[in-house]
């Protein structure tokens, strides 16, 4: 048994771009449009701080991983004008997203496990809010946040419970 190497980590139910999101779009749009949600009062004021986006210049490239319908990079932009791109599996999310946000940031429809439009080593600030345990591949999730993330760069993500 000392000698096996460990197993590859599996999940039992992993999402694909079908089960994304996208079903729930206007739903989950129409819930962030209140001021008194959980995304509101507590993960964006805390996701703010621990970026420290006060502090970001309009060269600094961020990537949001799970963008969905862009609340977050909406929240950094009303701080700070960096460079920053939303990526998520969902349509509607995506179109919500530009709708929002309009040309203050790019959006693209793409797995976060398939960031190949992005070169190696460019980006400052790779973050993910709530979406990591959506998502399938979620070992090659991490290995392209790692590869796009430049020598100093960091990576935040907001998890809940059971990830």
């Not at 079908?18 to 989950?28: E, K, L």
């Not at 960096?82 to 203050?104: F, M, N, R, T, Y």
């Amino acid at each position: 048994m000392l000698n096996q190497k460990p197993k590859k980590f599996q999940r039992s139910n992993p999402q694909t771009p079908s089960t994304s999101w996208g079903s729930v779009a206007s739903w989950y749009d129409e819930y962030l449009q209140d001021a008194d949600t959980y995304q509101a009062k507590v993960i964006a004021p805390n996701l703010l701080r621990i970026l420290d986006v006060k502090t970001f210049s309009n060269t600094t490239r961020v990537l949001d991983l799970g963008c969905g319908q862009g609340y977050f990079v909406k929240q950094i932009l009303e701080v700070s004008h960096p460079q920053i791109e939303g990526v998520d599996v969902g349509d509607e999310l995506i179109s919500l997203a530009k709708k929002h946000v309009g040309d203050k940031a790019v959006f693209t429809k793409t797995s976060a496990s398939n960031l190949s439009h992005i070169k190696d080593h460019s980006i400052d600030i790779v973050y993910s809010v709530l979406a990591l345990q959506n998502m399938a591949d979620l070992e090659k999730v991490i290995q392209e946040s790692v590869r796009v993330l430049a020598k100093k760069g960091r990576m935040v993500f907001v998890l809940n419970h059971p990830a």
